[in-house]
Nanobody
Framework: QVQLVESGGGLVQPGGSLRLSCAAS????????MGWFRQAPGKEREFVAA????????YYADSVKGRFTISRDNAKNTVYLQMNSLKPEDTAVYYC?????????????????????WGHGTQVTVSS
């Protein structure tokens, strides 16, 4: 049984930083692609970033490029999302997701339907 558990959300002021973690269990994830998505109230869930576990290749939405960094720790089976220079529009529930099928480009990395497993989400609120 695959489990993805997010943590690290909270309230932060504009310009601040947070690091989200996604602890993965139940499978060997070396062939997976791991993604972060977010959903703000009244909006659709949107892609934030993804990383291919084996190669470390990364993909980012334009809205977070240069501010967010996705990474993984193989020993801990954990994926991170370092978020810097946070803006009020980054406020959302952030979800971790895992895709079993190979992902080799931004289009597939950013497609919700490519992901087979989802965490329950962690709230990020950026406000003064």
């Amino acid at each position: 049984q695959v489990q993805l558990v997010e943590s690290g959300g909270g309230l932060v002021q504009p310009g601040g930083s947070l690091r989200l973690s996604c602890a993965a269990s139940g499978r060997t994830f070396s062939s997976y692609t791991m993604g972060w998505f977010r959903q703000a109230p009244g909006k659709e869930r949107e892609f934030v970033a993804a990383i291919r576990w084996s190669s470390g290749s990364t993909y980012y939405a334009d809205s977070v490029k240069g501010r967010f960094t996705i990474s993984r720790d193989n020993a801990k089976n954990t994926v991170y999302l370092q978020m810097n220079s946070l803006k009020p529009e980054d406020t959302a529930v952030y979800y971790c997701a895992a895709a079993m099928s190979p992902i080799f480009n931004f289009f597939t990395a950013s497609t919700l339907g490519k992901y087979n497993y989802w965490g329950h989400g962690t709230q990020v609120t950026v406000s003064s």
